[in-house]
């Protein structure tokens, strides 16, 4: 099995910073993008931002300029970090991994989600 465990979650005012971490164990063969999400309650859970096994980047529209993803490959593991913090990031934020597994006989990818981690951002 593959478990992601997200870290770095908390209480942060307005214009802070925080840095997410993701880290993906178990069978792995390889990691292909991995990504965050987030759901604020009573909202649908959206794409925060992704990065490829080749570090292509891609940000929700709210988040340009301010949220960076990046990823430790030799570690299973993605980042991001959070500045400008705007009381309407407050959410849960999911971590996201499509992992290559050798299953059956053939290489599969499988979506994986983690726990999620509380994000509050308020003076």
Do not use: H
């Not at 593991?77 to 400008?84: A, G, I, K, P």
């Amino acid at each position: 099995q593959v478990q992601l465990v997200e870290s770095g979650g908390g209480l942060v005012q307005p214009g802070g910073s925080l840095t997410l971490s993701c880290a993906a164990s178990g069978t792995i063969s390889r990691l292909d993008s991995m990504s965050w999400y987030r759901q604020a309650p009573g909202k649908q859970r959206d794409l925060v931002a992704r990065i490829t096994g080749a570090r292509t980047t891609n940000y929700a529209d709210s988040v340009k300029g301010r949220f960076t993803i990046s990823r430790d490959s030799a570690k299973n593991t993605v980042f991001l970090q959070m500045d400008s913090l705007k009381p309407e990031d407050t959410a849960v934020y999911f971590c996201n991994a499509d992992v290559i597994r050798f299953l059956a006989g053939i290489y599969r990818t499988v979506d994986y989600w983690g726990q999620g981690t509380q994000v509050t951002v308020s003076s």
